[in-house]
């Protein structure tokens, strides 16, 4: 993947809101200023997180709890991690709830255990804005919607359903949704900014003239030498008004 994929890449996480404007200026210095081979095989294994991100934990015990049945340990354990299983005649999905205790904590725990919560040192704060958007009686799956609060204080709306599986237990898979899908049905109209964002001409020529520059001022100031994040948005600028129109 170019450097001018993995930048513009980076800027779809800052309008979705994924990134923070501080972490999104660390990102892109740490892209410009890594140049090494064994570096830019972590940024390709990075970006091969895709942004809808499929996360599935088990939702071990939780029937006892939601069901309530006494002396059933309602604590979620660690992806992967095979619990006791519970069985099919005491399952009762009209008892499964989008809102309840249980699948929230279950939620905030598949979230931050994912592979793309971790890389981006991102965790669940809060689930709210819960909606239920359908149950299916006959297999058992409720699906549903809600919006999660990063410790970035960015939100990340998410779709999550809860399935019993053919042992009786209960897995939720969630899924990040993008920002434009959830806050609206008629997409906007981009703006011009936009426009050029989006085109691939624009974006490799902006990318290819940040790269000049840095090299330029390491070679006046030293190799060794770190890019400041302003120094590069300074440069960006000034290449996006030099990109032919």
């Not at 740490?30 to 830019?40: F, G, Q, R, V, Y």
């Not at 996360?55 to 095979?82: F, R």
Request: neutral net charge; glycine residues 4%; contains cysteine.
């Amino acid at each position: 993947m170019s450097q001018a994929d993995e930048l513009e890449k980076l800027s779809q996480l800052k309008e979705k809101g994924v990134l923070s404007a501080e972490e999104f200026a660390a990102k892109k210095a740490e892209i410009l200023n890594t140049s090494s081979p064994k570096a830019k095989r972590s940024r390709r294994l990075f970006w091969a997180i895709p942004l809808l991100i499929i996360g599935t934990i088990s939702l071990l015990n939780a029937l006892g709890s939601l069901a309530g049945h006494p002396g059933t340990d309602s604590t979620v354990s660690p992806v992967n991690q095979v619990g006791p299983s519970i069985p099919l005649a005491n399952s009762n999905s009209s008892k499964l709830q989008c809102d309840s205790a249980t699948a929230k904590d279950t939620l905030q725990r598949a979230f931050d255990q994912s592979q793309f919560a971790r890389s981006m040192n991102l965790s669940a704060i809060l689930v709210n804005d819960v909606k239920e958007q359908s149950r299916d009686a006959k297999t058992d799956v409720l699906v549903c919607r809600a919006t999660i609060t990063l410790n970035t204080t960015r939100k990340a709306p998410v779709s999550y359903k809860m399935e019993q599986t053919a042992d009786g237990k209960f897995l939720l898979t969630f899924e990040v949704l993008d920002d434009a899908e959830s806050t609206s049905e008629t997409p906007a109209a981009p703006s011009p900014a936009r426009k050029e964002q989006a085109t691939p001409a624009s974006a490799d020529f902006v990318a290819s003239c940040v790269e000049n520059s840095v090299e330029k001022y390491r070679k006046e100031v030293g190799e060794d030498v770190l890019v400041r994040a302003d120094m590069l948005d300074e440069w960006e600028s000034q290449c996006k008004n030099k990109f032919p129109r």
